[in-house]
């Protein structure tokens, strides 16, 4: 598949989102009966205004995290209440490769974020990865990174899950005896009072 390809299946795919019944639609057609410009146009400049705040504007980093939760969230509430689990296969892959690119942007990002266009980047980083195709971002990274690398650490990561859970539920017994001990004694120290 070329970049041609790529292109005009990304141009198919807007137009049928315009002529679909939704609330961005709905919009659009209000702004089209007011203005007179049509809603491929508004659409397009939306998008470009919205890549100029990306490099430009402040608050970048809102508006670049915005785009990589609200419409993937959208999408996985819709996938869990369908019948169908290969989409939920699907946003889960997102989910899993989007908590190991914040995860590495959390320790990275205050050398990130003096790179130009670094919330641009970033955010065409994230639209690959949420992009309604077979060789998308999250299932490239999932297949070539994250899936080898856990698989050869799983047993690893399950013996220290498994012993972290027995410590916490040790400590939390223990802090609940303790509390009941100290409530029993408080009561005790009453009923001396009292007397």
């Known amino acids: 598949m070329g970049v041609l390809d790529i292109l005009t299946s990304i141009k198919d795919r807007a137009e049928k989102f315009l002529n679909e019944k939704n609330v961005v639609t709905d919009f659009l057609g209000k702004l089209e009966e007011k203005t007179g410009i049509k809603k491929k146009i508004l659409a397009a400049g939306a998008v470009s205004l919205t890549g100029l705040y990306l490099v430009y504007g402040y608050g970048a980093s809102l508006v670049c995290n915005l785009i990589g939760f609200v419409y993937p969230a959208f999408y996985s509430i819709k996938a869990i209440e369908s019948a169908n689990k290969e989409d939920d296969t699907k946003w889960l892959t997102y989910w899993v490769v ?98």
Not at 123 to 138: D, E, K, Q, T, Y
């Open 98 to 195: 989007y908590g190991v690119f914040s995860l590495g942007e959390f320790f990275s990002d205050i050398f990130l974020y003096w790179f130009p266009f670094y919330y641009a980047f970033k955010c065409l980083f994230l639209l690959w990865c949420m992009a309604p195709m077979s060789w998308n971002g999250s299932q490239v990274i999932y297949t070539k990174v994250v899936r080898p690398v856990f698989l050869r650490h799983e047993a690893t990561v399950d013996n220290m899950v498994s012993d972290l859970s027995g410590k916490a539920m040790s400590a939390a017994e223990t802090l609940t005896r303790e509390g009941k001990d100290q409530r029993i004694n408080k009561d005790k120290i009453r009923s001396i009072k009292i007397n």
